[in-house]
């Protein structure tokens, strides 16, 4: 799949993710607050917005160009049937199948310049690969599929911080195997095309941590920076890019030091995402870097244990729907 030709006036595609999840609950209130500043049209069954939450106004749409007419008064709906019942709080594998096709559906018109971008509510990975044998990881993995099997990474970002872990859901015992040259020099030059492209950063700075407590203080703590990571680090800045590091993790997030750099690379889940998360719990988008169209996510998973409850913090969501406008508005310059 070549890389798509964005259109950053039309609206941006929101598959419906997991039903039974605040997928459609918190899609309505980020309609609610969004509106005409961010026209985005939901791709799923009109009757789970009703059942999540009823009285909701809901227009159901033929096109993506017709949600640009009716966001500012009702919440745009592409429709897509669902088999079997829905109950908040208990995914139905039927569902699956229509999970999945929303997902595609938003892929094509993101590639297509239909939709100026793709948001994606959470999926719930075990319905789907029960209803549909799902097989992908998440939703990061398919969406690579979808793409031609293209190399992606995953950027948390919210308002202070843009990080990227290079090695994501695998044990901590695997993660020195995992890591490889190849892998971290993928990582940085897929992070800083992705600032370039869909950040407008012309020339990113990027902060790399080390592996180990102290980024290994020379050997005693860890050998990985000392054998490789800070010579692999030297030949990237030869290269052209703008890298600091090996860092050690425990220095490298706080106020001062994050002016230093537009983005950070980390070893691993939990090293990325803790800082992301201490600073903005709430407000952190998920973005894929690398796919041919844009691509955001709510950074949270389907909290069925608040479906159906009017419950549910949108305030990802909606961070993710203007990430998704900011993106497609860079990417379109």
Known sequence: MRRSSVNPDAPIALSCGEPAGIGPEV?????????????????????????????????VIADP???????IEALP????????????????????AGVVAAIEQGVAFAHSGAASGLCTAPIHKKALADGAGFAFPGHTEFLAHLAGDVDVVMMLACTDLRVVPTTIHIPLSEVPAALSPQLLGKTVRLTAAGLRQDFGIPSPRIAVAGLNPHAGEGGKIGTEERDWIADL??????????????????????????????????????????????????????????????????????????????AADASSLIAALRMAADMARARAV
């Open 27 to 59: 899609a309505v209130k980020a309609w609610a607050e969004l509106r005409a500043e961010v026209p985005f049209f939901y791709i799923g069954d009109p009757e789970h917005i009703d059942l999540h939450m009823p009285g909701t106004p809901v227009s």
């Open 65 to 71: 160009k017709d949600a640009l007419a009716v966001c």
């Open 77 to 96: 709906v592409l429709p897509l049937a669902f088999a079997g019942p829905l109950r908040p709080g208990q995914p139905n594998p039927s569902h699956a």
């Open 233 to 310: 680090l030297e030949d990237l800045r030869a290269e052209g890019y703008q890298l600091s590091g090996p860092h050690s993790a425990d220095t490298m997030f706080h106020a001062a030091a994050r002016t230093e750099y537009d983005a950070a690379i980390a070893m691993y889940h939990d090293q990325a995402l803790i800082p992301i998360k201490t600073i903005d719990f709430a407000g952190g988008v998920n973005v894929t870097l690398g796919l041919p169209f844009i691509r955001t996510s709510p950074d949270h998973g389907t909290a069925l244990d608040k479906a159906g409850q009017d």
